[in-house]
C-alpha cells in the first residue's frame, strides 16, 4: 500500500489539518469513552479508526509532523502488523497503565505550545496527571477539543439500546 494513499495517512491529516486550525500541537487520543468502559462503544473507537491498530488498549499521540502509537508488550505484533505502511510509528511500553504517552508529550511538544485532548474520556487521575506534567514543561492543556467531532465524518452516533437491569446471579446486590 502507498502510505501517501493509506486511508490511516488521509485520517491522519485530517487530524492535523485540525490542530493547525485549533492552533494546537497535538492531540492525545485514548482508549476511552465518557464511562471509562472496558469495551468501547463504536463512537469511541477512535485511536482505532485513525491508526489502524485493533487492539483494545493504546494511545495515539498525533503531533503536526509525526502520530505514535503506544501500546504494552499485548499488542507489540499485532501494532507493528497493522501499523505497517501507515505512517504511525509504534512506541513500545513496558505496561497498559503507564504514563508513556503523557511523558511523551511533555519532552515532544515545544513550552509555549498546546496540547488537546477530548476531556469527557479521561478519568480524573488521568486529566490531573497530564495537566500537571504539561503545567510542568510548560504547555498548555485545552481538554474541550474532541478531534473525532473535526475528522470523522460517518462517525457513528451515540449508543441508543435500552438500559436493562442485571438480576442474579450476575448482580450480587439488589438495585435497591
Do not use: N
Not at 464511562?35 to 485513525?50: D, F, I, N
Not at 479521561?122 to 497530564?130: E, F, I, K, R, S
Amino acid at each position: 500500500m502507498d502510505i501517501r494513499t493509506s486511508p490511516i495517512r488521509l485520517r491522519i491529516d485530517r487530524v492535523r489539518d485540525a490542530l493547525r486550525q485549533q492552533q494546537l500541537a497535538a492531540v492525545l487520543v485514548p482508549s476511552a469513552d465518557p464511562h471509562l468502559s472496558e469495551y468501547l462503544p463504536e463512537r469511541w473507537q477512535g485511536r482505532q479508526w485513525l491508526s489502524g491498530f485493533t487492539g483494545s488498549m493504546g494511545t495515539l499521540v498525533v503531533t503536526t509532523d509525526t502520530a505514535v502509537l503506544f501500546a504494552d508488550s499485548r499488542y507489540w505484533v499485532q501494532a507493528e502488523a497493522e501499523l505497517a505502511g501507515s505512517g504511525v510509528e509504534l512506541v513500545k511500553i513496558p505496561t497498559g497503565a503507564a504514563t508513556h504517552p503523557i511523558d511523551w508529550l511533555a519532552t515532544h511538544v515545544p513550552a509555549g505550545k498546546t496540547v488537546g485532548v477530548d476531556g469527557d474520556v479521561l478519568g480524573l487521575a488521568t486529566a490531573h496527571l497530564l495537566q500537571r506534567t504539561l503545567k510542568g514543561a510548560g504547555i498548555a492543556l485545552r481538554t474541550d477539543f474532541d478531534v473525532l467531532a473535526h475528522v470523522w465524518p460517518e462517525r457513528p452516533g451515540l449508543p441508543d439500546a435500552p438500559v436493562y437491569e442485571h438480576l442474579a446471579p450476575q448482580a450480587t446486590e439488589s438495585r435497591a
